[in-house]
């Protein structure tokens, strides 16, 4: 393909996290061999939030560990790279949630954490508790159709505190980092959202039609239902970064600070590196792969309104403690696949992972005898909790875990991944943010934007934008490329 100026485009991907690496790997797919493609990424490694490190020499994924395995942008990837064989799914422990000082199973029925009329919440909440939440369908509900509200009120308005506490803030704080009652009900749990819109008389009736509710004619499941509902990469999402970077045969430039974006006629100037010596890299089209704060920097001065939608959106620090011990020191842990923490319980963990139990891959053997698990701390916050040495982040870990899993033995091998606002709020309006800043980008030719600020945290919602942003700026180079006459 030939860009506007009849040769080969040249597009810049700014920020080398999945999100980027995917747009560059989608851009080579559609662009083919002779486009330039280059990836600037600020840190000295690729990967934003995801990183797999040696722990006593296995590979182990310190950012996420999972991806929702029944959406198809990972396992469609996977397919692409090559490396389907080295998708893995969990093993058959279940989880376990710490509620009223007792460590009891996951409960049922409920959706995200908002009871359905079929939950089953008798281990994790009180008396009153429950006798509120048998109440609630007896209640008049006022809700304004299109509206959204803070998901924290709302339970808290209609189900008291415990429901809040107890079950809705542990399962989404293990997605967001962030606390209930600043996550926004329309981005968080969108099902909830559309059946109050559709008339639910009580938020347990929306819960039950939310949980219950299937696909619109026309957009039929992608994976059967039945079929595992998380995925791993075996090798650690290293092997993926990896990959796709190789099949992007893009110029990747670490420690490389994008400074600012200049529209020029037919292109972009990006500006790079310290402000005493800046660089310019011109252009036909920019992919910006990067956090809110980032890209609303660099918005602000070329797409105001993308900028100021950007502004919006807030960031949450988190920290993973991942350790390894020797199978005999515990042998006493449960054999689950972890334990999510409510949030009035007097720890400083928000969730354990047994990820030696959860994965198989991971399992000790006759050649490595070693238990793995990892321990997620900082909710939305809560940064200052988390402005500790490492060592005391690992006090802390360790503490936790003699009360949650009985272990109190010397770990053979540590690691502490802090994730500095790694992880963006989606709070009340973030659909509206999302819409006035991707409305605003998309009236600006050569320019798309991707990543987990938009539509969802997880690794397939990041592919997702990254293969939507790749494409927007491929059918902009196609408009303006010349046209040959005879």
Do not use: N
Not at 56 to 83: C, I, K, Q, T, W
């Amino acid at each position: 393909m030939t860009g506007p100026a009849g040769r080969a485009p040249h597009v810049a991907v700014v920020g080398g996290g999945v999100s980027g690496l995917a747009a560059a790997h989608r851009l080579r797919t559609l662009l083919g061999p002779s486009a330039r493609i280059t990836v600037l990424e600020q840190r000295d490694r690729l990967g934003g939030v995801l990183r797999t490190v040696d722990l006593a020499g296995v590979a182990f994924d310190v950012g996420a560990e999972a991806f929702l395995a029944r959406r198809p942008e990972v396992p469609a990837l996977l397919d692409e790279l090559g490396l389907a064989q080295l998708r893995v799914h969990p093993g058959a422990a279940t989880a376990t949630i710490r509620a009223g000082g007792r460590t009891v199973a996951m409960p049922a029925g409920t959706l995200l954490g908002v009871p359905t009329s079929r939950a089953r919440l008798d281990d994790v909440l009180s008396g009153a508790g429950l006798d509120a939440v048998r109440a609630e369908p007896g209640r008049a509900l006022r809700w304004e159709r299109g509206s959204d509200v803070a998901l924290g009120a709302l339970l808290r308005e209609r189900f008291g505190d415990e429901v809040a506490d107890r079950v809705a803030d542990p399962l989404l704080g293990g997605v967001y980092a962030g606390r209930v009652d600043t996550l926004g009900l329309r981005a968080t749990v969108p099902a909830l959202a559309a059946a109050l819109d559709a008339g639910a008389d009580s938020l347990t009736a929306a819960a039950t039609a939310g949980a219950d509710a299937t696909p619109s004619p026309g957009r039929a499941r992608t994976v059967p239902p039945a079929g595992p509902v998380f995925g791993a990469v075996r090798g650690g999402y290293r092997v993926l970064l990896s990959a796709l970077a190789d099949a992007s045969a893009a110029q990747i430039r670490l420690g490389t600070t994008v400074r600012s974006l200049e529209h020029r006629p037919g292109g972009w100037r990006v500006v790079l590196g310290p402000v005493p010596e800046p660089e310019v890299l011109d252009v036909d089209a920019v992919v910006l792969a990067v956090p809110a704060p980032a890209l609303r920097r660099l918005l602000d001065p070329v797409v105001p309104a993308g900028g100021s939608a950007a502004a919006g959106v807030e960031l949450a620090s988190s920290v993973v403690v991942a350790l390894a011990y020797r199978a005999v020191d515990v042998a006493a842990m449960p054999s689950t696949s972890g334990c999510l923490i409510a949030a009035d319980e007097p720890l400083s963990v928000k969730g354990v992972t047994h990820s030696s139990t959860k994965w198989g891959h991971l399992a000790p053997d006759a050649t490595d005898d070693l238990v793995r698990l990892r321990v997620s701390m900082g909710r939305f916050g809560e940064a200052s909790t988390l402005q500790v040495d490492d060592e005391e982040l690992v006090r802390r870990a360790r503490a936790d875990l003699r009360v949650l899993d009985g272990i109190d033995a010397d770990p053979v091998a540590v690691h502490v991944q802090r994730w500095g606002g790694g992880l963006p709020q989606y709070g009340v309006g973030h659909l509206d943010r999302v819409a006035a800043l991707e409305s605003a980008v998309a009236g600006v030719a050569g320019l798309a934007v991707a990543g987990s600020a938009l539509h969802g945290v997880g690794v397939p919602a990041c592919v997702g934008t990254a293969r939507a942003a790749a494409e927007q700026i491929v059918a902009g180079l196609s408009a303006a490329a010349p046209t040959s006459t005879s």
